[in-house]
């Protein structure tokens, strides 16, 4: 099982970028997959999650400027980042789970993350 996030980098404040989470060694279809971050000096955090038909959560902190989506086919779960922040500068992991939900407990595989830095 492997899941490798990309899409990662510098950017200014009020870009955008979108991370890719690309998975293998499981049914895509079937799992749900989350997106996390870990700011520095602090703890990790879910961002936004997807289960494996269709429902999303965002936390406050991004809604309305996150977008969650799913392509099965490509076995590849995207993060649509808009209106980028400087608080939105962490490394952004993806994970899959079966449940749904941003508890970091239930996610069986992690990626090993990409930076997003927010700065100008």
């Known amino acids: 099982v492997q899941l490798v996030e990309s899409g990662g980098g510098l950017v200014q404040p009020g870009g955008s970028l979108r991370l890719s989470c690309t998975t293998s060694?499981?049914?895509?279809?079937?799992?749900?997959i989350g997106w996390f971050r870990q700011a520095p000096g602090k703890e990790r955090e879910g961002v936004s999650c997807?289960?494996?038909?269709?429902?999303?959560y965002y936390t406050d902190s991004v809604k309305g400027r996150f977008t969650i989506s799913r392509d099965n086919a490509k076995n590849t779960v995207y993060l649509q980042m808009n209106s980028l922040k400087p608080e939105d500068t962490a490394v952004y992991y993806c994970?899959?789970?079966?449940?749904?939900?941003?508890?970091?407990?239930?996610?069986?595989?992690w990626g090993q993350g990409t930076q997003i830095t927010v700065s100008s």
């Open positions: 994970a899959a789970t079966l449940r749904f939900g941003v508890r970091q407990d239930e996610y069986d595989y």
């Open positions: 060694g499981f049914i895509l279809d079937s799992e749900g």
């Open positions: 997807i289960s494996n038909d269709d429902q999303t």
